[in-house]
């Protein structure tokens, strides 16, 4: 990784330790990439949980026939 001299530069005047904001912004992004998949995940299990298992398994078929 590497950060630009300017933006260093000032990091370091100010006292900040760049690898634990790195590792804490990378920290924080992670768990909102993780919850935001959650969320997805559920909605996509309350789409999904008014179709058949024989539904499901038609449209899977169907799809492999297509392409």
């Given at each position: 990784m590497s950060v630009g001299e300017e933006l260093r530069g000032g990091a370091k005047e100010l006292g900040m330790d760049i690898r634990?904001?790195?590792?804490?912004?990378?920290?924080?992004?992670?768990k909102?990439?993780?919850?935001?998949?959650a969320?997805?995940?559920?909605?996509?299990?309350?789409?999904?949980?008014?179709?058949?298992?024989?539904?499901?398994?038609k449209a899977v078929r169907e799809a492999r026939n297509a392409h």
């Open positions: 634990e904001v790195v590792e804490r912004a990378l920290e924080e992004e992670v909102r990439r993780e919850e935001e998949l969320k997805s995940l559920e909605e996509l299990k309350r789409a999904l949980s008014g179709i058949s298992e024989r539904e499901w398994v």
